[in-house]
């Protein structure tokens, strides 16, 4: 059974870094891309990152391009999202995604606040 678990929410002033975690059970996680997203308050889902199945290909959105470093462990089967110098509109639910032969899976979500 696949499971995501994020974990490293918490709040934090401007300026400040966070790291998240999410830990993967229950499928190869190492022949998998994997995603980070997030949704703010009032708002949809916001795609923020993705790193491929060996960690040497990353991608990230614009609005944290520069701030944010995806990682991952495959021996540990847990993805990274270092997050710093946030800013109060990084203020969301992130969450960590699993695409798998067409089926999606999701984390149940860690929240980050930022504000001072």
């Known amino acids: 059974q696949v499971q995501l678990a994020e974990s490293g929410g918490a709040s934090v002033q401007p300026g400040g870094s966070l790291r998240l975690s999410c830990a993967a059970s229950g499928f190869t996680f190492s022949i998998y891309w994997m995603y980070w997203f997030r949704q703010a308050p009032g708002k949809g889902l916001e795609w923020i990152s993705t790193?491929?199945?060996?960690?040497?290909?990353?991608y990230y959105a614009d609005s944290v391009k520069g701030r944010f470093t995806i990682s991952r462990d495959n021996a540990e089967t847990t993805v990274y999202l270092q997050m710093n110098s946030l800013k109060p509109e990084d203020t969301a639910v992130y969450l960590c995604y699993l695409d798998r032969e067409y089926t999606e899976y999701w984390g149940q979500g860690t929240q980050v606040t930022v504000s001072s």
């Open positions: 790193i491929n199945h060996v960690g040497d290909q990353t």
